[in-house]
């Protein structure tokens, strides 16, 4: 068993144990997120009641492989960068990705409107009505040097099929 210490801007800090099958390597790999395996919680940063610059959805995925073995947690967090005219919430991402061999962080920078769900309402998806590659920015453990880009494909319900286009 291992523990793992983890801390990221927006989420706080973690313990995880690893538990399961590991990756053999740092390359491409399709996981799958369970929308039952799913927390999803809005934090509302200046007290205003509803959305703003600067609030955050803050979610954990369990993460499974493609022989449905659990490998680890993806922890995202969405922060709003901006509201148009339309009072549309434009959004930025990081995502984490905490495998049982190592640690792979992705962002969505800037802007990226049109989403499906307000940032404020966690019992639907905050997933964007078209796929927006997100980009790896690095890792730790098997994945130090992380590079690539990440996609997902919506299925039913809060189930994802997340892409890493991944390579050390």
Same mark, same amino acid.
């Given at each position: 068993?291992? $523990?793992?210490?983890? @801390? &990221? ?9 690893? @538990?399961?099958? &590991?990756? &053999? =390597? ?14 999803? +919680?809005?934090? %509302?940063? =200046?007290? @205003?009641? #509803? /959305?703003?610059?600067?609030d +955050? ?6 993460? /499974? ?6 490998? #680890?947690?993806?922890?995202? !967090?969405?922060? !709003? $960068?901006?509201?148009? =005219? ?5 959004? @930025? ?9 190592? $640690? *792979? *962080? &992705? ?8 989403? +499906?769900?307000? !940032? ?10 078209? %796929?927006?590659p997100? *980009? ?22 809060? =189930?994802?099929? *997340?892409?890493?286009?991944v390579?050390?």
């Amino acid at each position: 068993m291992r $523990v793992k210490l983890f @801390s &990221a801007i927006g989420i706080g800090t973690f313990v995880l144990i690893g @538990s399961g099958p &590991a990756f &053999a =390597d740092c390359s491409p790999m399709e996981l799958f997120a369970p929308g039952a395996e799913r927390n999803a +919680q809005f934090a %509302d940063l =200046d007290g @205003s009641g #509803g /959305v703003s610059v600067g609030d +955050q959805r803050l979610s954990r995925h369990a993460l /499974v492989g493609p022989d449905g073995s659990p490998v #680890g947690t993806r922890y995202t !967090v969405t922060s !709003v $960068v901006s509201i148009d =005219d339309e009072g549309n919430a434009h959004r @930025s991402g990081e995502y984490i990705f905490v495998l049982d061999d190592g $640690v *792979i *962080i &992705a962002t969505r920078p800037g802007e990226t409107p049109h989403f +499906q769900a307000d !940032v404020d309402n966690t019992d639907t998806r905050l997933s964007p009505k078209h %796929d927006v590659p997100r *980009i790896i920015t690095g890792g730790f453990g098997a994945y130090e040097g992380a590079t690539g880009t990440f996609t997902t494909t919506r299925g039913d319900g809060f =189930d994802t099929l *997340i892409v890493l286009d991944v390579a050390c």
